[in-house]
């Protein structure tokens, strides 16, 4: 069974730094994109930034310039760092993964969730 476990959320003050991981495990799968979406509390889910298994990365405008987005292969992880952290970064993070199943299926799967607040 797939198992996306994310991990480095916390309580931080505004201008600190936090870094999310997350593990992809079980998967029989090749991993194409990965990527960080957000949920604060009453908005919708959005994109905070994704990568490709070529290591193209595409960031949300909010967080251009103080986020980070990597990818280690070999362990099937993927980091987020944030930096400059600011109240309005306040959320839960979930991290996505695309499964490439066969030549014609691709499928994707969710994190939990880990929460992040940033006190003013």
């Known amino acids: 069974q797939v198992q996306l476990v994310e991990s480095g959320g916390g309580l931080v003050q505004a201008g600190g730094s936090l870094r999310l991981s997350c593990v992809v495990s079980?998967?029989?799968?090749?991993?194409?994109?990965m990527g960080w979406y957000r949920r604060a509390p009453g908005m919708q889910r959005e994109l905070v930034a994704d990568?490709?298994?070529?290591?193209?990365?595409s960031y949300a405008d909010s967080v251009k310039g103080r986020f980070t987005i990597s990818r280690d292969n070999a362990k099937n992880t993927v980091y987020l760092q944030m930096s400059r952290l600011k109240p309005e970064d306040t959320a839960v993070y979930y991290c996505?993964?695309?499964?490439?199943?066969?030549?014609?299926?691709?499928?994707?799967?969710w994190g939990q969730g880990t929460q992040v607040t940033v006190s003013s």
């Open positions: 996505k993964v695309v499964g490439v199943l066969s030549s014609t299926l691709v499928r994707n799967y």
């Open positions: 990568i490709t298994v070529g290591d193209s990365t």
């Open positions: 079980g998967s029989t799968f090749s991993i194409n994109a």
